[in-house]
C-alpha cells in the first residue's frame, strides 16, 4: 500500500556555512615561520649594578676566513670599543676577547635598560664599521646576545679565565698550544693587571679600549680565588697538544 504523499515527513534543507575571504586577523599558516635555533625574545630579568655580565655575541659565519680575528676588523671593534669608553658612563667593557666567529665581553651596567642601549649602541657602531671595510650590506650579528649574570668571586673568576684565554681554549681544543707566556693581542689581555707571575705594560701611546672595573666582584673580589695562570686552558680536557 502506497503511503499518502501528504503525511510524509519533510526533509529540512541544511544550511551551507559560507566563508568569507577576510585580510586581517588570524588565518592559519600565516605569519613568520617559527625556528628553533633563535634566541627566544623573552623579556631580560633587571639587572643590579653590583653584577657584571659576560656578554657573546655570534656573527655572520659568511665573513672573511679569518673573521673577526682579520686585522682591519680587529681595528674596527677595537676603535668603537675606545668610542664608547669615552662617550658611555652608564655601560662600561671591561674585558673582551675576539674570535672569528663570535665576541666575548665583559661588561658593566648601571641598570638593564643601561646594558641594553649600551649593546645596541656597541653592535650598531661595529656593523656599520665592518660592513664599511669589506663592502657589504647587511647583519653583522645574526641573533641576539647572550648574556650570563655573573653574581659570586668564584663565578667572575672562571668567567676572566674564560674570556681572556678564549683562543688558548680553541686552540686546546684542536691539539694545539700556544707559546708560553702568551697573551692575545686580540683580547684585553694586555691591560689585564691578574696575570700570575706577569706585570703587563700596554704601549704608552696606545689609547685604552676598555674601562676600569667599578664593581666589587670584578675589582677585587675575584683575586680570593687566585691570579689567572697565562699558561691554564679554561674548560674541561685538552687533547694531545702539538705547538703553533
Not at 46 to 73: F, I, K, M
Not at 101 to 123: D, F, I, K, P
Not at 184 to 197: E, L, T
Amino acid at each position: 500500500m502506497a503511503s499518502n504523499p501528504s503525511t510524509r515527513k519533510k526533509r529540512r534543507p541544511k544550511q551551507l556555512e559560507l566563508t568569507c575571504r577576510t585580510w586581517g586577523g588570524r588565518r592559519k599558516g600565516a605569519g613568520r615561520k617559527k625556528t628553533s635555533n633563535a634566541t627566544p625574545h623573552r623579556k631580560r630579568p633587571p639587572l643590579a649594578s653590583r653584577h657584571p655580565v659576560h656578554v657573546t655575541l655570534s656573527v655572520d659565519p659568511n665573513l672573511p676566513q679569518e673573521g673577526l680575528r682579520r686585522p682591519d676588523l680587529t681595528a674596527c671593534i677595537e676603535d668603537c670599543l675606545r668610542e664608547i669608553r669615552e662617550t658611555w658612563t652608564v655601560f662600561r667593557v671591561v674585558h673582551y676577547s675576539i674570535q672569528r666567529h663570535h665576541l666575548h665581553l665583559v661588561v658593566e651596567a648601571a641598570n638593564r635598560n643601561a646594558l641594553s642601549r649600551g649593546m645596541q649602541g656597541l653592535t650598531i657602531r661595529v656593523a656599520k664599521r665592518i660592513n664599511k671595510v669589506l663592502g657589504r650590506r647587511g647583519k653583522v650579528f645574526i641573533d641576539r646576545y647572550f648574556e650570563t649574570v655573573v653574581k659570586s668571586p668564584r663565578q667572575a673568576r672562571h668567567v676572566l679565565s674564560y674570556v681572556l684565554l678564549n683562543t688558548q681554549r680553541h686552540a686546546a681544543q684542536s691539539g694545539q698550544r700556544c707559546e708560553p707566556g702568551w697573551i692575545d693581542p686580540c683580547s684585553s689581555g694586555r691591560y689585564f693587571d691578574g696575570w700570575r707571575g706577569l706585570r703587563v705594560r700596554p704601549p704608552p701611546d696606545e689609547e685604552p679600549t676598555v674601562s676600569e672595573p667599578h664593581t666589587w666582584i670584578l675589582s677585587t673580589g675575584w683575586r680570593r680565588f687566585g691570579l689567572v695562570s697565562l699558561d691554564a686552558v679554561p674548560g674541561g680536557r685538552v687533547r694531545r697538544s702539538k705547538k703553533v
